[in-house]
């Protein structure tokens, strides 16, 4: 077995080959830029080296440094988690001249797979099923506006070498073909060096399946089940889950069959993923099709480890190294069901906008994952995974990708597994940017999620104005009017309360009126009993005074609540949602009844900087006239161009800003008349 190996990748991935490699005996090696000199997967290893400035293309995406620190340090392989060079075929031969393992696929099988059109020509080869289309060389807009006609809207326009859903544009009807086939063309060349498209039949009510594979050198492929990745923002995945709840045994076998035919086809060995588009509208569940096949570990491998059992990392190591797979496809089970969220630096509530910038309080709910070899070790602690490679205080930097970590639950049974996620969700402390944990907790208490009846529409058709968090039932709202008198009486009692308890002289009852988003309460606390609104509530807590996380039992349902302050008042997190509370007494509140309420200032004049980032543009001056959806400015965030634009019309009066300057989060851009 290799004795050391080198991780050409950051973040939450390169510590994730890193505890698999220390089960195995194998020393590591990580690689770092500026921006992660102090990151946990640097500590983690057993060496590291420093390889540029912070961009990935002076450092992760350099071949040459890679290599040079592999030398350096004597790394017999190369692990390339995914992005950055996982995919390349110039690094898997580059490593191979230097007689450095790659722990991956042959490069024969990258460069197949890696051509969207030439895989597709492989696939129908190897007797996959194939989406309508054509994927052939197209020659005009004319050309692919015939080619659209023939295979019947809507169709799918894709650049060749594409992905992480960039070059691809949906056309209903000529029109959009005419509009959108030069704009993929341009999109294929200036982020992929290839303007080739290809145009497909758009399958309707699609969901998005992959069938996780398994070779060896020795011609052996095993197919590992499947994972459902139907629930997708801009074509990127949200949530991830293994088994489909739509997908049927003999469905399974069929998709597995295919995929590892096209496996065998290309010399596949290591792990890949083959992702197919199914039609949701087939009742059969036999209408599926090939999309890609990604010839590297996955971002959501995790769930298929859980259900299996089976440590993916370990046996591309061991495949690397020229090993036989010690399992057969019958020893390929499935127990339980098990659910990924990814938990991203970006902020639902403001458009998805991506947010960087210190972590001034990260605490996940359990360590992250370590896998100490026990059966149940890929599933974490009862059956929740953490991983992550942040820590608190450190900073989620503009230079990758937003992703925190990722929060993977096993259950016996669906719902279950979804359950324990909803719980988690509520225990991850999070603080100091915007994150989406609000957003999946609120997917997964979705009833069209619990139904299973997903399409890769979902987000899209269920929040079609954004998200504003997660529907709160009125009996939910009565028991966070129950903790929030007791986070009240506790506060108010502070200097009485010692060694977790209150004082003898606590007041027998304390009257409060709750205000929960605007909505009044009446709460009393009476010796441990709690009433709200005149219905009596069973309340345990273990609220301390300044304490963050409220755990509660109310009426025998457990909650875990967050608590911020806020102006007068604060913030409390849970299921999804945030809610604005202050707390009066009783008696103060009926006097401010009678008081003048103060109106909060008109901001509505104000181009207001939506994100940390840089101006890249400012379209007016003071004294232009502006109407409604004119853009006003740029502001780039995480290599992301977000247009700014007019609220309404008027004349711009004073601007603060101009191109190249670094922006606060709701700096003013400029003003209005």
Not at 25 to 45: E, H, K, N
Not at 280 to 294: H, I, K, Q, T, V
Not at 315 to 336: F, H, N, P, W
Not at 577 to 593: G, I, M, Q, W
């Amino acid at each position: 077995m290799f004795k050391k190996i080198l991780i050409a990748n950051r973040g939450e991935i390169a510590r994730r080959v890193i505890k698999t490699a220390r089960r195995m005996g194998i020393q590591t090696v990580a690689v770092y830029s500026d921006a992660d000199a102090r990151a946990p997967f640097v500590l983690d290893a057993d060496e590291a080296v420093h390889i540029g400035p912070s961009p990935a293309a002076q450092s992760y995406l350099i071949a040459e440094k890679i290599i040079e620190a592999c030398k350096a340090t004597g790394a017999e392989a190369v692990h390339p988690g995914y992005g950055f060079l996982s995919e390349r075929t110039s690094f898997a031969e580059a490593l191979a001249a230097e007689g450095i393992a790659f722990i991956g696929p042959p490069v024969n099988a990258i460069a197949a797979m890696g051509d969207k059109i030439e895989s597709k020509k492989l696939a129908k080869e190897a007797g996959v099923n194939v989406v309508p289309g054509f994927v052939g060389e197209i020659e005009d807009t004319e050309h692919a506006v015939r080619i659209s006609n023939e295979i019947g809207y809507p169709v799918m326009m894709k650049a060749s070498a594409g992905g992480g859903g960039k070059g691809m544009r949906l056309a209903y009807d000529e029109k959009d073909v005419r509009e959108g086939f030069e704009a993929v063309k341009r999109e294929g060349l200036n982020s992929f060096g290839d303007d080739r498209v290809f145009i497909e039949k758009f399958i309707l009510n699609p969901r998005h399946i992959e069938i996780q594979i398994l070779g060896d050198q020795h011609g052996n492929v095993l197919y590992l089940n499947e994972r459902e990745c139907s629930i997708q923002r801009r074509h990127q995945k949200v949530v991830e889950e293994a088994p489909s709840p739509f997908v049927t045994p003999k469905m399974r076998k069929a998709m597995g069959e295919q995929c590892v035919a096209l496996s065998k086809a290309v010399g596949y060995y290591s792990a890949g993923t083959v992702e197919l588009i199914v039609s949701g509208a087939d009742p059969s569940g036999e209408s599926f099709y090939f999309l890609e096949m990604n010839t590297r570990l996955q971002v959501e491998h995790p769930v298929t480890e859980a259900i299996t059992g089976i440590d993916l990392v370990e046996q591309m190591i061991r495949v690397a190294y020229g090993e036989k797979l010690s399992i057969t496809q019958e020893d390929v089970k499935i127990d339980g069901w098990a659910i990924e969220n990814r938990v991203y630096a970006e902020d639902p509530y403001r458009g998805f906008l991506p947010s960087t910038g210190r972590l001034t309080s990260y605490k996940p709910p359990v360590e992250g994952w370590t896998d100490d070899g026990a059966e149940n070790g890929r599933r974490g602690v009862d059956g929740v995974r953490v991983d992550d490679g942040v820590y608190d205080g450190g900073e989620v930097s503009m230079f990758y990708d937003p992703m925190i970590a990722k929060l993977i639950t096993w259950g016996k049974t669906r719902d279950e597994a979804a359950d324990k996620q909803i719980a988690a969700l509520d225990r991850f402390e999070l603080e100091g940017l915007g994150h989406n944990i609000d957003f999946v907790s609120a997917i997964m208490q979705h009833p069209r999620f619990r139904s299973g009846e997903l399409t890769t529409g979902f987000i899209a058709e269920e929040y079609p104005d954004g998200f504003h968090g997660a529907s709160a039932s009125e009996d939910l709202i009565r028991k966070l009017c129950a903790v929030a008198g007791v986070v009240a009486t506790v506060n108010s009692e502070r200097a009485r309360y010692v060694d977790g308890q209150l004082g003898d002289n606590l007041p027998a009852i304390r009257a409060w009126q709750v205000s929960i988003d605007q909505q009044k309460h009446d709460v009393v606390v009476h010796n441990g009993t709690i009433t709200v609104d005149g219905t009596a509530m069973e309340l345990d807590t273990d609220y301390v005074p300044g304490a963050r996380m409220v755990l509660a039992k109310a009426d025998g349902e457990y909650l875990a609540v967050k608590i911020a302050k806020s102006g007068s008042g604060f913030k409390m997190t849970t299921r999804g949602a945030s809610h604005s509370v202050s707390c009066l007494p009783a008696h103060v509140a009926h006097l401010s009844a009678h008081m003048i309420e103060k109106i909060p200032p008109d901001l509505s004049k104000y181009l207001i900087c939506p994100m940390p980032g840089l101006i890249t543009a400012v379209h007016v001056e003071a004294g232009d006239k502006v109407e409604a959806g004119q853009p006003l400015a740029i502001v780039e965030a995480m290599k992301m161009e977000n247009i700014l634009r007019a609220e309404k019309s008027g004349t711009v009066k004073l601007v603060n800003a101009k191109a190249g300057d670094s922006l606060a989060v709701d700096a003013i851009i400029l003003e209005m008349e």
